[in-house]
């Protein structure tokens, strides 16, 4: 596709349960990240793959979350045990170089 | 001292108004420095790069004091589609972008 894709747009979920959001890329963007924005707050990274090197993850709150790149392509964020504090919006981004293009993101609300 | 601050407004300009945000950044080692625009609900947008010499791009005008260690964008004759939140963003010297928590400005006929 043109753009980064990112799926679900909106995901409600059960405090406790489990969720992947899933981020598909600019084909050829050799970088990706995830970022999440809560409600009124900056961005805050999460996690950055860059080719076929280790991940960063030192953004990552917590290990209940984690994050896989397949093929060096799509991405899967996954949350265990979700805590009401998880909801925000979860942005992925592309990147060939220094510009990242965003996904619209994935909308995580945890009841 | 945060990494990146800026003013989170809102700043309410009438139409046609010329507007001035700033943001400063703590790591003196940063790179690059960059405005996104984020409207409401939606995905931030790259807005411009910001150069050390300045750079302007039609009613948009960054400009980069790295001494200072202060970015800032100008907007002259605000339209309403102007309205949005501006995200002040810099690389601090490896491969993610930080983001600042953004300015909001609101444009009124």
């Known amino acids: 596709g043109a753009g980064v894709s990112q799926s679900p747009s909106n995901k409600v979920t059960e405090k406790g349960k489990d969720v992947e959001l899933r981020c598909d890329p600019i084909?050829?963007?050799?970088?990706l990240y995830w970022y999440r924005q809560s409600l009124g707050q900056g961005l805050e990274f999460l996690i950055y793959?860059?080719?076929?090197?280790?991940?960063?993850k030192s953004g990552l709150p917590s290990d209940r979350f984690s994050a896989e790149r397949t093929g060096g392509s799509v991405s899967t964020l996954t949350i265990q045990r979700t805590q009401q504090e998880d909801s925000a919006v979860y942005l992925c981004?592309?990147?060939?170089?220094?510009?990242?293009?965003f996904g619209s993101g994935t909308r995580l609300t945890v009841v | 001292r945060k990494e990146v601050e800026q003013d989170p407004g809102p700043f309410n300009v009438p139409e046609g108004a010329t507007v001035a945000f700033n943001c400063t950044y703590s790591?003196?080692?940063?790179?690059?420095f960059f405005w996104y625009r984020q409207d409401c609900r939606k995905e931030p947008k790259l807005l411009m790069s910001?150069?050390?010499s300045g750079n302007e791009d039609g009613r948009f005008t960054a400009q980069l004091n790295r001494a200072s260690q202060y970015i800032s964008l100008l907007i002259r004759d605000s339209k309403l589609s102007d309205s949005a939140t501006y995200l002040c963003?810099?690389?601090?010297?490896?491969?993610?972008?930080?983001f600042g928590k953004g300015t909001m400005l609101l444009v009124s006929p």
């Open positions: 981004a592309s990147s060939p170089d220094r510009y990242y293009t």
């Open positions: 084909s050829g963007h050799t970088a």
């Open positions: 910001v150069y050390s």
């Open positions: 963003v810099v690389n601090p010297g490896y491969s993610t972008l930080t």
């Open positions: 793959f860059q080719g076929n090197s280790a991940p960063d």
């Open positions: 790591n003196s080692a940063s790179q690059s």
